[in-house]
Each structure stands twice: as C-alpha cells, then as structure tokens.
C-alpha cells in the first residue's frame, strides 16, 4: 500500500470522512483532492509542486 492509494486529499491530507474527495489520474497515478482544493490544481498547480510531479509544468486553466 503507498501512500497515493490513501483516501486523502494531496493538499491537505483530509480524509473521505470529512471532506469530499474527487479522483484523479495522472502519470499513471491515481490520487484523490477534496473540492475545497481542487481549483487549486485547476488555477494554481505550481502550488502543488511537491506533492504531485510536475506540477510546475502544468498550465493553469485560463478562464478568461
Ligand atoms: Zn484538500
């Protein structure tokens, strides 16, 4: 069991029970971000460098 298979938020660490959590694929990972956060890996992803790979490559979605 690694750590990306827990129900936990990357960002924040929150649980199922708490918050809840939206799966996602990438790199061949699945991981899993609570809806508080999930615009930041929309807009923001730089700020999950760290805790995903290549995450300041990402480009942020532009709305405009
Ligand atoms: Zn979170």
Do not use: W
């Not at 918050?19 to 694929?25: G, I």
């Not at 899993?32 to 807009?43: A, F, K």
Request: hydrophobic letters at 30%; proline letters at 8%; a negative charge.
């Amino acid at each position: 069991m690694t750590e990306s298979n827990t129900r936990t938020c990357v960002h924040c660490g929150q649980d199922d029970s708490q918050v809840p959590l939206v799966v996602f694929y990438y790199q061949g990972q699945e991981h899993r971000i609570c809806t508080e956060h999930l615009p930041v890996l929309i807009h923001t992803p730089a700020k999950l460098t760290g805790k995903l790979p290549d995450m300041d490559k990402i480009n942020p979605v532009d709305l405009d």
